[in-house]
C-alpha cells in the first residue's frame, strides 16, 4: 500500500523552527521528486517547495524562499521540510506529495491537482503568540 504521512507539526511562536516529516511506505522516495504544499482556511492549497525528477532545481515559492529547506534520509525514506523565521502567515496545514508527471520544479508546484500522485493526510502548523 502507497501512503505517505507527515508529522512534525504544532505551534509555534513567530521566528520559530520547525521540522516537518513526510514518510513514505509501500515505496522508495528516492526515486520522486516530492512536493510541500500548504492550505490555510478559506485559502486554495499553495506549492511552497516542491522537487522533480525532470528537473535539477528545487523551486521555492517566494513567500518561503530563504527559510525553508527540504533533506531527505533515504534510509528512513523520509524527507524532512525545515521550516525557519515562521511568520503568523506560514499558519497552515502542510502536505507532502510525491510525483506523479514530472515537469520543471516550478510547475509541479503550481499545479498540485496534476502532477502528483500520492498525498499525506497533513499535519497542521500554528505560527502565534
Known amino acids: 500500500q502507497v501512503q505517505l504521512v507527515e508529522s512534525g507539526g504544532g505551534l509555534v511562536q513567530p521566528g520559530g523552527s520547525l521540522r516537518l516529516s513526510c514518510t513514505a511506505s509501500?515505496?522508495?522516495?528516492?526515486?520522486?521528486?516530492i512536493g510541500w504544499f500548504r492550505q490555510a482556511p478559506g485559502k486554495e492549497r499553495e506549492g511552497v517547495l516542491c522537487?522533480?525528477?525532470?528537473?535539477?532545481?528545487?523551486y521555492y515559492s517566494d513567500s518561503v524562499k530563504g527559510r525553508f529547506s527540504v533533506s531527505r534520509d533515504n534510509a528512513k525514506n523520509t524527507v524532512y521540510l525545515q521550516m525557519n523565521s515562521l511568520k503568523p502567515e506560514d499558519t497552515a496545514v502542510y502536505y507532502c506529495?510525491?510525483?506523479?508527471?514530472?515537469?520543471?520544479?516550478?510547475?509541479?508546484?503550481?499545479?498540485?491537482?496534476?502532477?502528483?500522485?500520492?498525498w499525506g493526510q497533513g499535519t497542521q502548523v500554528t505560527v502565534s503568540s
Open positions: 506529495a510525491a510525483e506523479g508527471t514530472p515537469s520543471t520544479a516550478q510547475v509541479m508546484c503550481q499545479n498540485y491537482f496534476y502532477n502528483w500522485d500520492s
Open positions: 509501500g515505496f522508495s522516495l528516492d526515486h520522486y521528486g
Open positions: 522537487s522533480s525528477t525532470a528537473d535539477p532545481n528545487t
